[in-house]
């Protein structure tokens, strides 16, 4: 927000910049939630503190940041059989901009199915519950769509996989380092209950479950957990298409597909 007195004086919660004396389009100093950003952030602290304080009013504690830190390692890089992920190898493998593929993840990478939105349902699911063990049994076994939503009705539990078997194992590990390192709750109360809340959303739980208790816990909002979720996903995805783009796509991974039926043989 502009100061209508001091057009050159920008306003905002969460950030506040003053400009060189000589130079009004260029900062002089920056804060973030009143800390010097390029004064005293910079070589003291952790690229986790910053990412927090820009959604929260103060600074993390260590076991905050610790947390969201071996959250962000987990989520790094979904691997190529994530469909953000492949969708970004598409793009570097046929010569698209690092923008495009990019865009590409971010785009495939949105949805109700491992993707952001589903941490945004997750998230909503423990705002709603808490730790209520038959709320959420309730919530788990009864998925739908807000009224007036853009988005689809949920073909299953937030935050677990309708397609897997059984957990995961990375999905197992990651819990338990989280719910180890945790201060609050959820991810304990998670790890304690996981038997039974599987039960209730009738498949296992997925990343994306863990990642909204995570975050949930660490007091971010659905929206702004659904922002991160997408962001901290990233990292794989542009490294996958810059590598995709060197090899070409003799080397796509995939790429050999068995099909129960051929397609030209049949009935229209």
């Known amino acids: 927000m502009r100061d209508a007195e001091n057009p050159n004086t920008i ?15 260029a900062t002089r100093v920056a804060y973030c939630r ?21 959604f929260h009013e103060e600074a993390p504690s260590t076991a905050q940041a610790d947390l969201l830190e071996t959250l962000a390692v987990a989520l790094a890089n979904p691997g190529p059989r994530d469909a953000s992920v492949h969708a970004a190898m ?3 493998v046929c010569g698209s901009t690092a923008a495009s593929s990019l865009m590409a993840a971010l785009a495939v990478g949105a949805g109700q199915l491992a993707g952001g939105r ?23 076994a009864t998925p739908g769509a807000a009224a007036g939503s853009i988005w689809p ?31 609050g709750s959820y991810l304990r109360w998670l790890e304690k209950n996981l038997v039974t809340l599987e039960a209730a959303a009738a498949c296992p739980l997925a990343l994306s479950g863990v990642a909204a208790a995570t975050l949930a816990e660490l ?8 922002m991160l979720h997408l962001l901290l996903r990233l990292p794989g995805a542009a490294a996958h298409a810059v590598e995709q783009r060197q090899y070409g796509y003799k080397k796509f991974p995939f790429g ?13």
Do not use: K
């Open 219 to 226: 007091g971010f909002t659905p929206e702004q957990g659904e």
């Open 153 to 183: 009705a949920q073909e299953h539990a937030p935050g677990f996989d309708p397609h897997g078997i059984r957990t995961a194992t990375p999905v197992r590990q990651t819990l338990a380092c989280l719910a180890r390192l945790s201060t």
């Open 90 to 92: 598409c793009g570097g």
């Open 256 to 268: 050999n597909m068995e099909l129960e039926t051929d397609p030209v043989q049949e009935p229209v």
């Open 11 to 25: 306003h905002s919660r969460i950030w506040r910049e003053e400009a060189e004396p000589d130079n009004s389009y």
């Open 34 to 54: 009143g800390y010097d950003v390029y004064g005293e952030m910079l070589g003291q602290s952790r690229w986790v503190d910053m990412l927090y304080l820009l």
């Open 118 to 140: 589903e941490v945004f349902l997750a998230m909503e699911g423990w705002v709603a519950c808490g730790t209520d063990l038959g709320a959420w049994q309730q919530r788990l």
